[in-house]
């Protein structure tokens, strides 16, 4: 094993960083954090084959302003165990990730591109909003990160706040890792996309929210290969100075589609929401994507949340702060419009309260994982 120290936010933590062959590295970059919360911490280790990462998720540069303009929610810290193989193998096929992070950078946040939006609120529409050059202001910070509803900090594109932190070893930095095991580094010039806006109009009426692909919706590109150099997943084979006898990596692009949607080998279930929880302990840990109930100042109604308790916590399936129509049992679809006071299709935080708990007559919720 790589022992190496790993300096973040005043916090030192022995620990080996990255587990490459013949790399021992000291990385120290500026602290962050904002007002009440405390200092960010990560620990990169190797544990049977893997490669665990332990984190608050509070990022080591300067966040915005959070609750603030497109992203009502405050940032707390969080308890997170993500784990990804050593020695991660290709799969035939492209695993799609949805609704859970594709990845984790070195510094603990969980990297989280896609959205809880829909046209029309409609998670069955096919046409799923975008965060970065979509037609509905998300929040985004200078990071291009914003706050989940339970406190949690995410990357949505290239974190500049990271990066600005983070030493080249040749010409690619290495940022962070995929569920799968395989690395993410940042964009370089011979790291193109080959995802290219569609030409023409989106159906309309029933089918689709008309006008020109612009970007608004994830459905807006489409693959054309060899019109870049990167695959689907935003990635390929190839040396780098972390892994000099070659490796399948991934690539954060300043483009569509930002970081991966899909993977070349097989996530670890520690990057899942909700149970069952990831990390070495497995479930009965309940840590990884969205944190543990012993959360460090976190919220509930968020990620990672066991079944029982309140109805957020019971019905919000993907961790999204919300309820949507499809999460909704039978006798709350039935009267789905009384609780959804604002029309959008969805029931909130707030409006969940109008909800019975359990022991007051109402739904049940689904048995235990």
């Known amino acids: 094993m790589n022992k190496a120290l790993l300096k973040w936010g005043g916090l030192i933590l022995a620990g080996h960083l990255y587990g490459h062959p013949g790399q021992v590295e000291d990385v120290s970059t500026a602290a962050g954090g904002a007002a009440g919360l405390p200092p960010a911490e990560v620990k990169i280790s190797e544990q049977g084959g893997y490669r665990v990462i332990e984190a608050n998720g509070l990022p080591n540069h300067a966040m915005g302003q959070f609750p603030g303009p497109g992203c009502p929610n405050a940032v707390s810290a969080q308890s997170y165990t993500f784990r990804m193989p050593l020695f991660p193998k290709t799969n ?6 949805k609704q859970q992070p594709i990845g984790v950078a070195v510094n603990g946040v969980p990297i989280d591109p896609g959205t809880a939006e ?30 989940q509803p339970n406190g949690a900090y995410h990357y949505h594109g290239i974190p500049e706040g990271l990066l600005a932190g983070l030493s080249a070893n040749g010409n690619q930095k290495l940022m962070g890792y995929a569920a799968d095991g395989f690395p993410i580094y940042a964009q370089t010039a011979q790291n193109r996309s080959s995802y290219q806006l569609k030409k023409g109009s989106r159906p309309s009426g029933t089918a689709g929210p008309g006008g020109t692909y612009d970007g608004t919706y994830e459905a807006d590109y489409e693959f054309v290969e ?4 990167l695959d689907k997943a935003n990635g390929k084979s190839g040396v780098t100075s972390e892994y000099p006898q070659g490796t399948y990596y991934y690539v954060a692009t300043a483009e569509f589609p930002f970081y991966p949607r899909m993977l070349k080998g097989t996530p670890d279930a520690s990057f899942r929401r909700g149970p069952p929880g990831g990390g070495p302990g497995g479930d009965s840990q309940r840590k990884g994507a969205g944190g543990s109930g012993g959360q460090q100042g976190g919220k509930s109604g968020g990620m990672g949340q066991a079944a029982g308790g309140s109805p957020m916590q019971r019905f919000d399936k993907n961790g999204d702060g919300k309820i949507s129509m499809e999460e909704a049992p ?8 009384q609780h959804d006071s604002n029309g959008d299709g969805w029931i909130d935080a707030e409006e969940a309260r109008s909800l019975p708990r359990l022991g007051q007559g109402g739904p049940k919720g689904p048995p235990p994982n």
Do not use: C
Not at 92 to 97: D, K, S
């Open 118 to 147: 829909y046209w029309k609120n409609d998670r069955n529409s096919g046409w799923h909003m975008e965060a970065i050059g979509g037609g509905k202001n998300l929040g985004l910070d200078q990071s291009l990160a914003h706050v």
């Open 330 to 337: 039978p006798p709350m679809k039935a009267n789905f419009s």
């Open 92 to 97: 035939g096929a492209f695993t799609v990730i």
């Open 226 to 229: 060899g019109s870049g150099d």
